[in-house]
């Protein structure tokens, strides 16, 4: 059965201080797997799509990587603005549909 | 107006009422989806539309109707629902089906009472 698992669950940083998010996935034949932002109240933000082992996608403080069983999303020197709930999901190439991970709430405290 | 845009943004509704959530996207996008976000729990897809036909009904009970007149435009028709639907509707679109990064809108909290 495909399934997303991200860790930690909750995560508080100080200003500045660099950290990881982890997504591990099970699926058959991996199509992609997508990173999104929300923001309470709000809905999901896309930032980015990965698709194959070793690549990697920056975008200002945030930088996903990939491998065959995980993807984690590096924040680095984190800013208050940062704050947010992180999803991460794949899509299958037997089924298409997204399969979503139960988030990682990141919280950076001035 | 750009983007997805979900109405109401609240919506609080007696276990017999009749309402619908509305959903309108201005990207030129031609599949839209229904998403059930509750607390501690993944996204759960319950509808999709490529080109104004449904093409997935996930399982859901059918006190959720959906309907999807043009390619801009989705609603979710609710009917007799039960508390443990209350939750953050969200309503998504994507250029192509099943390609994504979707665009979200900010979604429908319903509280069911």
Not at chain 1, 23 to 34: A, E, I, K, N, W
Not at chain 2, 39 to 53: R, T
Not at chain 2, 62 to 78: A, D, Q, T, W
Request: proline fraction near 5%; include cysteine; glycine fraction near 6%.
């Amino acid at each position: 059965e495909d399934q997303v698992t991200q860790s930690p669950e909750a995560l508080r940083l100080q200003e500045g201080e660099s950290s990881s998010l982890n997504c591990s996935y099970t699926v058959s034949g991996l199509r992609g797997l997508f990173w999104y932002r929300q923001d309470p109240g709000k809905g999901p933000e896309f930032l980015f799509t990965l698709y194959s082992a070793g690549e990697e996608k920056e975008k200002e403080r945030l930088k996903a990587t990939l491998t065959k069983k995980e993807s984690f999303l590096h924040i680095t020197a984190p800013k208050p603005e940062d704050s947010a709930t992180y999803l991460c999901a794949v899509q299958a190439y037997n089924t298409d549909k997204l399969i979503f991970g139960t988030g990682t709430r990141l919280q950076v405290f001035p | 107006e750009t983007g997805v845009t979900q109405t109401p943004r609240h919506l609080v509704m007696g276990m017999t009422n009749k309402k619908s959530l509305k959903c309108e996207q201005h990207l030129g996008h031609n599949a839209m989806y229904w998403y059930k976000q509750s607390a501690k729990k993944p996204l759960e897809l319950m509808f999709v539309y490529s080109l104004e036909e449904r093409v997935e009904n996930n399982s859901v009970p059918s006190r959720f109707s959906p309907e999807c007149p043009n390619s801009s435009h989705l609603f979710l028709h609710l009917h007799t629902l039960q508390p443990e639907d209350s939750a953050l509707y969200l309503c998504a679109s994507s250029q192509v089906l099943d390609r994504a990064g979707y665009t979200f809108g900010s979604g429908t909290r319903l509280t069911v009472v």
